[in-house]
Nanobody, 126 residues
Framework: QVQLVESGGGLVQAGDSLRLSCAASGRAFSNYAMGWFRQAPGKERQFVATISGGSYYTYYAPSVKGRFTISRDNAKNTVYLQMNSLKPEDTARYYC???????????????????WGQGTQVTVSS
């Protein structure tokens, strides 16, 4: 069984930065792509960013490209999301997830993600 635990969320002002972390249990972390998603109240879950198992491929939602950076440390079984220039519209609960495959793409298909964390809240005030 794989467990994903997110941390690093909080309340910040517009323009600030936050770094989210997602620690994964289980074996062979580097064999799987990872991703970050977010969900605001009353809205559907939204793809944010994804990274392949070896970090070679990364993809971002247009709304965060240039401001957010996804990375991973396979030695620590951890994936990160560095969020800069935060905007009020970034306010959401952020989830990390493990993809069923090593490679990834920016097209969100729920069936391709097999484990999810509980999420961490990010609130950006104007």
């Amino acid at each position: 069984q794989v467990q994903l635990v997110e941390s690093g969320g909080g309340l910040v002002q517009a323009g600030d930065s936050l770094r989210l972390s997602c620690a994964a249990s289980g074996r062979a972390f580097s064999n799987y792509a990872m991703g970050w998603f977010r969900q605001a109240p009353g809205k559907e879950r939204q793809f944010v960013a994804t990274i392949s198992g070896g970090s070679y491929y990364t993809y971002y939602a247009p709304s965060v490209k240039g401001r957010f950076t996804i990375s991973r440390d396979n030695a620590k079984n951890t994936v990160y999301l560095q969020m800069n220039s935060l905007k009020p519209e970034d306010t959401a609960r952020y989830y990390c997830a493990r993809r069923r495959t090593y490679y990834t793409n920016p097209y969100y298909s729920p069936s391709e993600w097999d484990y999810w964390g509980q999420g961490t809240q990010v609130t950006v005030s104007s």
